[in-house]
T-cell receptor, first 110, second 115 residues
Framework: GEDVEQSLFLSVREGDSSVINCTYT??????LYWYKQEPGAGLQLLTY?????DMKQDQRLTVLLNKKDKHLSLRIADTQTGDSAIYFC??????????FGKGTHLIIQP | KAGVTQTPRYLIKTRGQQVTLSCSPI?????VSWYQQTPGQGLQFLFE???????NKGNFPGRFSGRQFSNSRSEMNVSTLELGDSALYLC??????????????FGPGTRLTVL
């Protein structure tokens, strides 16, 4: 079945770049998504990438997609304390729903 | 545009009871999906409704059911509650096109605690 894997924790210093990695299994996914969840809140869509793209940049966020290896990453430049949250990688959508990874807890060190 | 709203935000029930959760999608969105989020299993897809019809269903028992109304609002029902049903239930709305980009926008969730 479909599976999305992420590491559970990432700790970075404030001001550094954060790179959150994700691997997925469904090669038919047309779009891949990154969501952010802050404590006590729902999921906020951060960005997405179309499967025929290699890279997408949106302000401090850069998404890299290696379709051959089924590897997706999210880079957050100049990480701030407000970036502290759980980041979810997701594939799919439409009628099949989204398949999420377990989420990566991003911890910011002062 | 108002976002996705879910009511109630918090709910406490006891085993054996049943519960109904409500979700109002973003205006113009015809698809509503429901997800269960627990620390152990993460986010799991429950089902999706589009134009009042269940279009797809995840791997959950029949105690979990839902419906969608003509105004796209959706309700989810869980009967005969079990302790393991304690979770954050998230609703997501989207325009509903199958395939292609179909961004889902999530509500804040309903936190259900079963005692």
């Amino acid at each position: 079945g479909e599976d999305v894997e992420q590491s559970l924790f990432l700790s970075v210093r404030e001001g550094d770049s954060s790179v959150i990695n994700c691997t997925y299994t469904d090669s038919s996914s047309t779009y891949l998504y990154w969501y952010k969840q802050e404590p006590g809140a729902g999921l906020q869509l951060l960005t997405y990438i179309f499967s025929n793209m290699d890279m997408k940049q949106d302000q401090r966020l850069t998404v890299l997609l290696n379709k051959k290896d089924k590897h997706l990453s999210l880079r957050i430049a100049d990480t701030q304390t407000g970036d502290s949250a759980i980041y979810f990688c997701a594939e799919g959508g439409g009628a099949d729903g989204l398949t999420f990874g377990k989420g990566t807890h991003l911890i910011i060190q002062p | 545009k108002a976002g996705v709203t879910q009511t109630p935000r918090y709910l406490i029930k006891t085993r054996g009871q049943q519960v109904t959760l409500s979700c109002s999608p973003i205006s113009g969105h015809r698809s509503v999906s429901w997800y269960q989020q627990t620390p152990g299993q993460g986010l799991q897809f429950l089902f999706e409704y589009f134009s009042e019809t269940q279009r797809n269903k995840g791997n959950f028992p029949g105690r979990f059911s839902g419906r969608q109304f003509s105004n796209s609002r959706s309700e989810m029902n869980v009967s005969t509650l079990e302790l393991g049903d304690s979770a954050l239930y998230l609703c997501a709305s989207s325009l509903g096109g199958s395939g292609g980009r179909n961004e889902q926008f999530f509500g804040p969730g309903t936190r259900l605690t079963v005692l």
